[in-house]
């Protein structure tokens, strides 16, 4: 039986050593080029495979695919197919980047299917319906309990016993390469007798993984543990953005609001979970034991090394942070059931992003916040000179791959740079 | 000049006395019935007036408006077409309805257009993009404040400084009419060692105004106080439902979640801000003085009566709030100038709710927390029953008009019925 994460399998397509994208990923994106307007493509190598050309080529017609499935502006309705169609859409286009293709096919796919990606603008894979960020890893949350409230409870009562998360907003979510400015507000210095208005003086990004739905649920339904990754078509790295100074001043009581919705960045290319089924692993053993709706069976955590660089115009890449998505505490089937018990309806295209996915070592904190302990520990660069939060110019680019006998299943990048304030 | 708004003006239709939908309100809504799709119309006494229907009739080329605008299961296009151009349509529309329209008109409309209000199906007016829910009203705020925290210091820092708001779920907000389940959650008594999981116990309303965005705006664009009302369309009631117990255990430290996205209710019709314009009033004096940003001049808070009354099958309404928009502290041009001031961008469609509006006096508190003090103080229905929290079976209608001079302008009403929860 043929399968596409076979590590065997090879591509009649030279893929470079160390790609993110090689025959057993091929993550779905949008993208466009001078030619050509928004469309369906997959990551290859150091091409795209154009799939609205595939189908019009004929080459889906087994598929039973709708007309111009690939043919728009975002991949929600592609989705909408469910999770088992997709996955045979992703294991007929492995069959055609592979070696063993015929000749005819692999003609017509280099002639008129690729597209070399730096030709290619990457656009948002799709359209954000409802956003939620959860608050779900424990090195994270200890950390930021420790240094604002009391070390010795660092934790609130609530976080082992629920996956914390609340709601975003989903218009201001842009695709990698999108530059953002630094978020003008209201923030009051503790010994400041009123407020002031001007720059975020600590701006922060936040390494996050988010998940993506594929099936629309009714007002009323709940979604299980057991039944969550058929919801979940795959996932993109995410950088929530945070503004620390606003937030501090407006959070209470009813959460972050400006200090968050002035951007938040996604990689463009999402990574299904099928090509991400090599890769589960045990999460940690809660205790206490959550509540029954929480609980669930089999591995739901995923080992994914994730990174963060920063650089400037002047500065070479000084890597930062090195984490990974198995340090969640709770995982993404906890969520979604989360989520979905109160009757909250999904839709496709929705977006649940995990917190801040900080490690146990020092050099595995998702934030600026954490990695310079607020402030008081700078962060050394490549060129001698320090950070404690994010300065105008400063790059912001965080990778994500999972890697395990010889086959590496890759993000790409999430690349952020920000601008001065808009006065 | 002829003026939508002028209270002489008279309909060929009969209204019946007191109606909410006289020929000066006006307001835009999407319908559907047994034998025509979803459209849009508008409401004038007991019938809605099918806008389909009427340019189809070629009633509204002058207008040069796209092809279909009112055919469509959502007003975001029309809603697009902006604050004036929406503005000419109502004007137009108010013309047709005249007494001194011509026969031929008025017999076209009569046979082609009219559909009686109680044949259609009411749908959500509109695709929702983004919900903000804003917190405020001082009364509101302050009995919070007091109950849960210091009597003294009932108001938090930040509250005078800032319209204090939170992101919500858009996808599980529906139109009046909808039935909602009780939600299911985790709650953790006071003196409980672990939470627990069941359906809530303290199931709650806020009434609240949300108003709809008409003007897309970048991702770093600010909208000043001033311009605020111009990316303003119009007004539809909201209940806020929340599970203040699943609320109280779940909020902290990044606000409400699972407590509030089961469902939110609105109203039908979209009352435009132009059939408001007469009943603008002064806001109250804001001390401290708030931040250049959030300053503003002229009127922006509105005179609109607001009711919440309670019944079940078999019991007879009671009404258990008298409140009014204009209780509000931080008016709608301030929210949205906030909102913005930190570059998030606004899609059309987007909804802002005012957070709960008490007033000053003990009948007019917008919710059961506040009606029955936390359960305190349980609230006399009509048969001699009480209630601290809404019941399975309570069927809950919010209700709102603004009234000068013999001119109504109503919002109609928002229906809620509480099903038992889904176990």
Redesign the interface.
């Known amino acids: 039986m043929y399968h596409p994460n076979d590590p065997q399998i090879k591509s009649w397509l030279t893929i470079p050593e160390g790609s993110d994208f090689p025959i057993q990923n091929l993550p779905f994106g949008i993208f466009r080029t001078d030619t050509k307007k928004a469309r369906a493509g997959v990551a290859i190598g150091e091409y795209i495979l154009d799939l609205h050309m595939l189908q019009k080529g004929g080459f889906l017609e087994e598929l039973k695919l709708p007309d111009k499935i690939f043919r728009q502006p975002s991949l929600n309705a592609f989705f909408a197919l469910g999770r088992k169609k997709v996955g045979k859409v992703r294991k007929e286009i492995s069959k055609f980047l592979n070696e063993a293709c015929d000749k005819g096919t692999i003609k017509f796919i280099r002639k008129r299917a690729l597209v070399p990606m730096e030709e290619a603008e990457l656009l948002m894979p799709i359209e954000v319906?409802?956003y939620?960020?959860f608050?779900s890893s424990e090195d994270h949350a200890r950390n930021v309990g420790t240094m604002f409230r009391d070390p010795e409870n660092a934790l609130?009562?609530?976080w082992k016993?629920?996956p914390?998360?609340?709601?975003?907003?989903?218009?201001?979510i842009?695709v990698s390469g999108?530059p953002?400015?630094r978020?003008?507000?209201?923030t009051?210095a503790p010994d400041a007798e009123?407020?002031?208005?001007g720059p975020s003086k600590r701006l922060d990004f936040e390494l996050e993984v988010a998940f993506i739905t594929c099936r629309e649920t009714r007002?009323?339904e709940?979604i299980s543990t057991g039944e969550a990754e058929d919801h979940i078509i795959g996932l993109v790295l995410f950088n929530d953005w945070s503004?620390r100074d606003?937030q501090v001043?407006?959070?209470?009581?009813?959460?972050?609001?400006?200090a968050k919705?002035?951007?938040s960045s996604i990689s463009p290319w999402v990574v299904t979970l099928d090509a991400l089924e090599p890769f589960k692993v045990e999460g940690p053993t809660q205790d206490?034991e959550p509540?029954?709706?929480l609980k669930y069976e089999g591995k739901h955590h995923y080992d994914i090394n994730l990174e963060v660089a920063l650089s400037t115009d002047t500065l070479e890449e000084t890597t930062i942070c090195r984490s990974n998505y198995k340090y969640m505490y709770w995982n993404m089937a906890q969520q979604l059931a989360?989520?979905t018990?109160?009757?909250?309806?999904?839709?496709v295209g929705?977006l649940y992003a995990s917190g801040t996915i900080s490690g146990p070592k020092k050099d595995s904190y998702g934030s600026m916040l954490e990695l310079s302990w607020k402030g008081t520990k700078p962060l050394k660069l490549s060129d001698g000179s320090t950070r404690t939060f994010i300065e105008d110019g400063d790059v912001v680019t965080m990778r994500g791959f999972a890697e395990k006998g010889g086959v590496r299943i890759g993000f790409g990048e999430v690349v952020t740079r920000i601008l001065p304030a808009?006065e």
Request: glycine content about 12%; hydrophobic content about 30%.
């Open positions: 319906g409802d939620t960020d608050y609130l009562p609530n016993h629920l914390v998360g609340y709601h975003g907003r989903a218009s201001s842009v999108t953002l400015h978020p003008l507000g209201q009051k009123a407020p002031s208005f007002l009323g709940r503004a606003i001043w407006e959070y209470v009581p009813l959460g972050p609001f400006l919705n002035f951007g206490p509540l029954d709706y989360h989520q018990v109160n009757g909250c309806n999904i839709r929705d808009r």
